[in-house]
């Protein structure tokens, strides 16, 4: 069973208001993965860290969300400035080296009002 | 690029018959990683197989998937449903070794089990 703690399990934010999750990864993992699930449960990449460094993120993740894993810290995911269609299920996944198997969070459920 | 396809965004089933879910899959990488994650609602997704290995069956909790690298396909299947297998099922594609190692999910199909 996956040991992945994701914290708050639901957030409700305004549009324009920040949105902040966190994540702590199953111990001695040192990759991280972030994915939002949308509404028609499709699964998009965010950004992935290993350890403290950021190994790739997408375009949008890089202008509206700001996303660091610190050590001794839990990671954490921000969207900046929320919008309607941020609304989705953010899940959050360790694993032990690049392109293993992934363990999953139950993830944080944002709604934008 | 990289992506899975999954062609069947809902299979409604009854108990007893057997289970397939497709998938199939484009990548650049010679040695790919492909999974199966089921995922029940208020759970967080779970890995249910995974399999680098050309034509070599790998089963789990009665599903088994074999990866055929000439086909691109990676098809889940179960001889007998359950009324417990109600779930989403999402197929993914990572590059082994690759040291970015974001997984690739096809869109998910939804399994109902019937009585």
């Known amino acids: 069973n996956s040991k992945v703690i994701q914290t708050p399990r639901y957030l409700v934010k305004g549009q324009g208001q920040k949105a902040k999750m966190r994540c702590i990864p199953e111990?001695?993992?040192?990759?991280v993965f972030w994915y939002q699930q949308n509404k028609n449960n499709e699964f998009k990449f965010l950004i992935n860290f290993q350890n403290q460094e950021v190994l790739q993120q997408i375009d949008m993740t890089e202008k509206r969300f700001s996303a660091e894993c610190p050590s001794n810290s839990p990671c954490s995911l921000e969207i900046q400035s929320s919008e309607a269609g941020d609304s989705a299920l953010y899940l959050c996944?360790?694993?032990?080296?690049?392109?293993?198997?992934?363990?999953f969070g139950p993830g944080t459920r944002l709604t934008v009002l | 690029g990289d992506s899975v396809t999954q062609t069947e965004g809902l299979v409604t089933l009854t108990e007893g018959l057997p289970v397939m879910l497709n998938c199939t899959y484009q990548?650049?990488?010679?040695?790919?990683?492909l999974f199966w994650y089921v995922h029940y609602l208020n759970e967080s997704p779970r890995l249910l197989l995974k399999s680098s290995t050309d034509n070599k069956r790998t089963e789990h909790q009665g599903f088994h998937a074999t990866l055929h690298k000439s086909s691109s396909s990676f098809h889940l299947q179960k001889s007998s449903a359950q009324l417990s297998d109600s779930a989403l099922y999402y197929c993914?594609?990572?590059?082994?070794?690759?040291?970015?190692?974001?997984?690739?999910f096809g869109a998910g199909t939804q399994l109902i089990v019937i009585p």
């Open positions: 990548t650049i990488y010679s040695n790919p990683f």
């Open positions: 993914a594609l990572s590059g082994r070794g690759s040291a970015l190692g974001r997984l690739h």
């Open positions: 111990k001695g993992h040192p990759v």
């Open positions: 996944a360790s694993s032990l080296a690049g392109g293993e198997e992934q363990y």
